[in-house]
């Protein structure tokens, strides 16, 4: 976050970040804690296709 705040990353570039850090975790027990944070940035994103995915 805070790399992408300091390039002044717009939201596509946010909601990549956000589907790699899903990637990151999928298969380990931080699975579901990371699926539950990123329903909640994603909003926030408006990246309204992954929180469908989501």
Not at 19 to 47: F, N, Q, S
Request: aromatic share 4%; net charge positive; hydrophobic share 45%.
């Amino acid at each position: 976050e805070r790399k992408l705040s300091r390039k002044k990353a717009d939201v596509t570039e946010r909601a990549e970040a956000l589907v790699k850090l899903i990637a990151r975790y999928r298969d380990t027990p931080g699975e579901a804690k990371c699926l539950m944070m990123a329903a909640l940035i994603a909003p926030k994103l408006e990246a309204f296709e992954l929180e469908k995915e989501i």
